[in-house]
């Protein structure tokens, strides 16, 4: 594994650590003291967030894996 990949693996793994705890947060107690409109709000953003970006990733990835392939090789 390349140094810079490293890096990017631990800026990944801290990034999904704050988002899980954040999210389990939430859950635990902070969605009870939300409005019931801005529960529903928060509960459609976080629904859309949770299936659009793998997703989001995936096409990408896609569009980078195409242009590699089309490249002409020498």
Do not use: C, H, K
């Not at 999210?23 to 529903?40: D, F, K, Q, T």
């Amino acid at each position: 594994m390349d140094r810079s990949n490293v890096g990017a693996a631990l800026g990944a793994l801290a990034l999904t650590a704050l988002s899980t705890a954040a999210i389990v947060w939430l859950i635990n107690s902070g969605w009870s003291r939300l409005p019931p409109w801005l529960a529903i709000i928060a509960f459609i953003l976080l629904a859309v967030f949770v299936i659009g970006s793998p997703i989001y990733a995936l096409a990408r990835w896609a569009e980078r894996r195409l242009a590699q392939q089309q490249a002409p090789r020498r």
